[in-house]
């Protein structure tokens, strides 16, 4: 089975934290995504990597950086987090260039105070 | 105008009712049509995907297509309570970038006994 492996289920930072947020999978997929989800809002595409050191903006980058190292190895970074980040992060990979079915990890909550 | 607009609910139903869940979307390009089952507290997963237009049918769950109207709906027969979950619809265009998905907002179901 596909697995993308989120280091943190939960996390609680405080504003102005720089927080590292974790994903890896075991599939050898070359598309990497990150979301978040809020009530209401749904998911929202942050950043995702189609290739080694490669990243594209999503919809709602800002306050976001990614990178990726490694080919299984996406990171989302809020370099200064803010209240307003807080929300459930979604990682997910897909395979090939076309891409297809997202396999998504099981999410992060983070709550800025 | 969002490439997809899904009504979020919550929708509530009892044990053995007929479900029906839908999407509409803006992008003509869009020739791939995913829809994910999110259970709580978990990420999202692949329920059923259809290509084009036309029906797709898996045990109790039935996915249509309608691009003349760019309408997407999910069936659920026999709705079970181990149905409850929040429903997402997904399109993507061929060949598009990385095969994004644009997500709906979700459909949260209960399914009650």
């Known amino acids: 089975d596909v697995k993308v492996t989120q280091s943190s289920r939960y996390l609680v930072k405080r504003t102005g934290e720089k927080v590292f947020l974790e994903c890896v999978q075991d599939m050898d997929h070359e598309n990497m995504f990150w979301y978040r989800q809020d009530p209401g809002l749904g998911l929202r595409l942050i950043y995702f990597s189609y290739d080694v050191k490669m990243k594209e903006k999503g919809d709602i980058p800002e306050g976001y950086s990614v990178s990726r190292e490694k080919k299984e190895r996406f990171s989302l970074i809020l370099e200064s987090a803010s209240t307003n980040q807080t929300s459930m992060y979604l990682c997910a990979s897909s395979p090939g260039r076309e891409g297809g079915e997202l396999f998504f990890g099981e999410g992060s909550r983070l709550t800025v105070l | 105008q969002k490439e997809v607009e899904q009504d979020p609910g919550p929708l509530s139903v009892p044990e053995g009712a007929i479900v029906s869940l839908n999407c509409t979307y803006s992008n003509s390009a869009f020739q791939y049509f995913m829809w994910y089952r999110q259970y709580s507290r978990k990420g999202p997963e692949l329920l059923m995907y259809?290509?084009?237009?036309g029906n797709k049918e898996d045990g109790r769950f039935t996915a249509q297509v309608d691009k003349s109207s760019k309408y997407i709906s999910l069936f659920i027969r026999d709705s079970q309570p181990s149905d409850s979950a929040t429903y997402l619809c997904a399109p993507r265009g061929r060949g598009s970038t990385l095969g994004r998905l644009y997500f709906g907002r979700g459909t949260q179901l209960t399914v009650w006994p």
């Open positions: 259809t290509y084009s237009s």
